[in-house]
């Protein structure tokens, strides 16, 4: 940091020189070419990774940068996709960036070429929250798709999944950044590319084109951009395996936020799935008149934590994006316990969410926002939010082919799977089955690791709107009334509507609004059950079930469904159909439906040698 004190970090890592073009401040280099940063891209990243011919023919092409910036590189790249893409066919992008700008310096960055100005405006209404993990922005109207990992090279090239057609390498100079360059950089980026991958970079230092030539890339310089009199194009050996001649069929079976969310990430990917379901979408907790959007909160900022504010934050943009979706942004967590106080101050202070996203209150800003005395501090999450589900389901759910029946069994053999009826009747024949039943999971794959929580919450009808908060229970608006709750009973699958429970759950809301539960006491309370489904670790599961192929859940979600199922779905969808997931790699692994087996084995296999 030459122009700041020592240990002093910069509102933004980019400083503005006299001719208005942006810097670095950390790496004393430039973001692009004075020259003329968008011909820069397209001559030295498009042309160089022989776009748009490489992805003549392809369903799926999948472009890799080191290097984000401003994100110039890629909206080059978007707008050449839009105008050459194969017909039907999907580009997936992945970035890294482990300093990002700050979406005000984007825009003053970009603003130089208003013939991308659409694409960057795109592009920075949906920029990157300031916070380390990986960042979905979908651009919907060219079927294409970013994921910005927010982290150190390294550890994104060993956290993505995907495979790169193409490279664009554009970190800043190897002599001012030359831990982007180094040598294992360079064999991360060969384990991450496909055969056939190009690469293409502004450089011909010699410890890059060694680098490259070392991890197995064929190298070649070409003439430079500007100023610079050569560049580099290189190209992994091998040639790009042939695409499938048609889209698998893909069967989604339950028509809750689970299914739903599946049925919007495979229509995402170009699948267009058949979705089956037994008792009507939203039958079970999904149909309840509003649905709480909050994500799971630990003061260790592991990856549990980071899993959790990936997902709240993905939800939260999807959410937004329908019409009538979003009933409240912001909930208030209220200390419930002793210890709750320490622990919401580590939780402020972490990285996980950004700056923004989660503020520290004490007991009088909460009370100002309860309306009531509190007593207790708690946390105000940004994101969080609270939605009213049927203006999530219905759109969603429109995305899948509906067919109303419950499936009682899968058959698989030489030709996919069978769906079959109650009656053994055949439902069905995809090769794809994804099981989002909640509990009724259990039935289609007997070793899901599940069990039951029922749950019953308080619906009034007619009530001034109260602001979001969750302490020992939870209290949320409709739209028109209210709905609080929830009680929690283990190992019990009862619908049933219990008196007893609204009594239960009103001394809940007492904990958090006293006066509201004494006036809601002797008001008309609808009663509404369901039952969660969760797992002896209580995450979700997301993946591959069992050894059969073609076989994938997405259940456990207990209570934060719709935090969580969004994201869950599009790595689910991504894994099934072959394309990068937007979740990275140590967090699948927290959601692997083997990870209960994998841990059993890991156990054997130490007890073997004691």
């Known amino acids: 940091m030459a122009d700041l004190p020592p240990d002093t970090p910069p509102v933004s890592p980019v400083s503005w020189d006299a001719d208005g073009l942006p810097r670095s401040r ?17 001559a030295v990243f498009l042309a160089g990774c022989g776009l748009p011919q490489a992805w003549a023919g392809r369903r799926r092409f999948t472009v890799g940068e080191l290097g984000f910036g401003s994100g110039l590189n890629i909206l080059a790249l978007l707008d050449l996709w839009r105008a050459h ?35 960057a ?40 999944d995907g495979r790169a057609d193409a490279w664009f390498l554009d970190g800043f100079s190897p002599a001012c950044n030359p831990d982007m360059w180094s040598e294992a950089v360079f064999q991360a980026l060969a384990r991450r590319s496909a055969p056939g991958a190009r690469a293409a970079t502004f450089t011909v230092a010699g410890a890059v084109r060694r680098g490259l030539a070392a991890a197995g890339f064929e190298v070649a310089k ?4 500007g100023r610079k009199r050569q560049r580099l194009e290189a190209r992994r050996p091998g040639e790009p395996a042939a695409d499938p001649g048609s889209a698998p069929r893909v069967a989604v079976v339950g028509a809750g936020i689970a299914g739903a969310a599946l049925a919007r990430a495979f229509s995402a990917l170009g ?14 907790a999904s149909g309840n008149p509003a649905a709480l959007v909050m994500p799971r909160l630990d003061a260790g900022g592991g990856p549990i934590a980071r899993l959790y504010a990936q997902a709240v934050a993905r939800a939260a943009d999807l959410y ?14 209220l200390e419930a316990g002793p210890k709750d106080a320490g622990r919401f101050d580590r939780i402020a202070a972490d990285d996980v969410f950004p700056p923004d996203a989660v503020t520290r209150l004490d007991a009088q800003a909460v009370s100002g926002r309860l309306g009531e005395p509190a007593g207790v501090g708690g946390l105000l999450l940004s994101e969080a939010t609270v939605i009213r589900p049927a203006a999530v389901l219905a759109p969603w759910l429109a ?28 439902a069905g024949r995809p090769d794809i089955v994804c099981l989002a039943a909640g509990l009724g999971c259990r039935g289609l794959w007997p070793e899901a690791p599940l069990s039951a ?47 007893g429970d609204t009594a239960r759950n009103l001394a809940l809301l007492g904990q958090v609004r006293p006066a509201l539960a004494a006036a809601l006491a002797g008001t008309p309370i609808e009663a509404r059950a369901a039952v969660r489904a969760v797992t002896p670790d209580f995450l979700p599961l997301a993946g591959a079930a069992g050894v059969a192929e073609g076989l994938f859940i997405l259940s456990g979600l207990g209570s934060r469904g719709f935090c969580a199922a969004p994201l869950l779905a599009e790595h689910l969808a991504a894994l099934a159909l072959g394309a990068p997931s937007p979740l990275p790699r140590p967090l699948a692994e927290l959601v692997d439906p083997q990870r209960f087996e994998m841990r059993r084995r890991r156990r054997l296999a130490r007890s073997s040698y004691t």
Do not use: K, N
């Open 271 to 284: 699948v267009r799935a058949q979705l089956f379901e037994a008792d009507g979408p939203g039958a079970g």
């Open 26 to 42: 950390r790496f004393g280099d430039v973001y692009f070419s004075s020259a003329d940063g968008l011909a820069e891209s397209r």
């Open 121 to 160: 405006g795109a592009l920075a209404s949906h920029w990157p929250r300031a916070a380390p993990g990986f960042h979905r922005i979908d651009f919907p109207g060219i079927d294409a798709t970013l994921d910005l990992a927010v982290m150190d090279v390294a550890e994104a090239l060993e956290a993505w």
């Open 453 to 499: 929580v029922r749950g019953q919450v308080g619906v009034v009808a007619a009530w001034e709107q109260p602001y979001p908060a969750i302490g020992g229970g939870y209290l949320i608006p409709t739209g028109e009334g209210l709905v609080f709750g929830a009680t929690h009973d283990r190992d019990d699958e009862g619908f049933d509507a219990r008196p």
């Open 399 to 426: 995305q899948a082919d509906v067919h109303h029946g419950r499936i009682a069994a899968l058959e698989r053999d030489g030709r996919g799977w069978r769906l079959l009826d109650a009656e053994g009747r055949e």
């Open 222 to 225: 070409a003439p430079g951009f």
């Open 320 to 333: 937004a994006s329908q019409p009538r979706a979003i009933l409240a942004r912001g909930v208030l967590q």
């Open 85 to 119: 893409r194969p017909s039907g066919a999907r580009l997936d992008i992945f970035s890294v960036e482990a300093f990002p700008m700050p979406a005000a310096d984007a825009r003053r960055a970009l603003s130089a070429w208003p013939e991308i100005a659409d694409l």
